[in-house]
């Protein structure tokens, strides 16, 4: 179902998941440190954050997707490749994926396709093992 | 499953149904005018509009619900109406539509609100039997 | 410190302070429907939204022009409006509340401006005595 | 060059013919009372508005279609309606509009699409004379 | 018609300039990726969004500053590159390209400004030699 | 009042600190190169941008917090990183600070997070010494 490019093995893909696990450190850090800090309202929207996308009347698969579509129109990097990692884990197939994709797409314009890239990437990282989901919620 | 507190029978519901019997015929009268016009470029990109809910990888009711919650975090109330009655059509339930109220309220924030107030409203005046959903697809 | 310019008295005021009193009672009317629905997190957000302008390290006054501000870029009628009429409350005179427009019109740019026409319109009814503020906390 | 379907007599064009001239008016009041607020910044702000759109190195024709194109991607409807009218008077055709309009649709996304209808409405009823353009340059 | 400032020699401009060869080439490889993949909305959206900068009832260098203007009220800096690339390929001059700017500034603001200042910097770089407009539509 | 948990000695502080002073220098660079080009409409809007955070009938402090909401619900890192350096200048307190994060993220959604971390993160290494405010307004 994946297409028949094969992604190029990156030149400086090893740099490339250098910066990943840079930037899972990153949060992890971050989060702990707003979390720290006393600010009543910054931890309770953390987590209602986590709360959110608990399985309810929707399962998690459609809450994460949905999570997904919502980054994807706002443009944020961070929360796509996020949410991608969440989906996978979840179970959503590369072609669900797309899908996802399309919708985002045709909704936000074609200011997405730069972000599109970068998710696409990301997934394909993830699918090559060099990428790896978080650990549990950790907001965007 | 929904609230106990029941939609107060509004004041000038009569006046209320008309203006979105009257928005609906806006819609179809300016597309059809819009579709009119010798642009290949609107005329696809409308097409392409239609295409993107169509059931893929991923059935009807789910594209429903991301075309929702990305209507929702990007603020768009003809947009949102469009695709909770789409929804409703679709067999999304009013405890499901909560949910992806949930995730759009959480991921854009209380600039959401406004929103919110007027989709429950027009998801009400649809259970009620006041407002319906557009024949067929009809871009937002 | 208001300006030489004198509010024309408006052809339809009383039309206008009609159509005000009734999004206050639809807004009364809509929160009360959300918060009755058996959904947490979006009861948790209200609560939260609450929370976020109780006085702390910053007063009252201050959070409210927080609240404005970020309205104004994010350029959401209902929500400059609510937060007009809670800085109002909470003593910000109109100079200062011209001061706050004014960043909000520098850092969001000329697209702000039909949003600052509407939001003056408020704050001369307001002033006026023909629109008042929501008693306590209303969400926006 | 126009659609080949005609602009169905709109039921209530009085109305809404009406609440355009009430449109007009607000902002020509709303504009008078800002200024005469002692307020520089804003002041300077509506100055530096008026000059943007001047002809300079590019003529007052593609100024205007910047201005349409940047109001449509940003979704404000009384931008647009104001570009769209300074465009016409600029001379600007129904044909080169649509070329304008296809650009905020790709890019801005489905999105838009409540927007580009409103636009094309308010256009019809320019062309039909129903409504006109401002006196000058008016911000927004 | 260029400022009086002479770009100062950057230190790190050979870092740069492969930065920017590295970023269009992962552009180039992704929009493959993409267009590899069995998506048809996706696909046709890609087609759709090149289709609509060709010459109609507007010039090449007219849509082009349209596009321009869009992505920068829009912030997105990929997509500003990409336009201020094609536009400098269509024989904007830096002084008209300036203009676009200032619309693009005033209509979306102070936030504006550090892409502005992305925007200059490429443009300088272009002009200099170290950066190259894509070979045909790239899908910002 | 700052949290209990100590920013970790970050693996490449010294990068970061580079990273920083690199940003700095860049800014200033371009907004020169800006300055110098002949373009009124560009040069007064900067000057406006200076003149809008000026004390007047709200203070510096006040007027810099605004700046930072705005900029934080619209999600710019640059200007975020430069409204907290200029609050910290005016005497804004790292729990003052939280609290107008508060009302960022509460008013904004969870897609301001990843920014929060940004800021926060930024604002640890101000009060570490690594990173220091700009001398004087310097657009964001």
């Known amino acids: 179902m994946s297409g028949g490019v094969p992604a190029a093995p990156a030149a ?16 992890k850090r971050m989060n702990e440190r707003i979390l720290g800090e006393d600010n ?4 309770r929207f953390f987590a209602l954050d986590t709360q959110t996308y608990k399985p309810g009347a929707l399962d998690l ?7 997904l579509v919502a980054s994807m129109v706002l443009r944020c990097d961070d929360c ?11 179970g959503v197939t590369r072609e669900e994926m ?3 994709f399309s919708v985002g797409l045709v909704v936000g314009g074609s200011i ?10 990301f997934l394909d990282r993830l699918e090559g093992g060099e990428a790896s989901a978080p650990a549990g919620h950790d907001h965007g």
Chains 1, 2, 3, 4, 5, 6 share one sequence.
């Open 112 to 121: 997405v396709i730069p972000h599109l890239r970068r998710a696409v990437d």
């Open 40 to 43: 009543q309202v910054v931890r």
């Open 61 to 67: 698969r459609t809450k994460e997707m949905l999570g």
């Open 98 to 100: 797309f899908e996802v």
């Open 80 to 90: 796509i490749s996020y949410h991608v990692a969440q989906c996978k884990e979840a």
């Open 12 to 27: 400086g893909a090893q740099a490339e998941a250098d910066r990943v696990a840079e930037f899972t450190a990153f949060r």
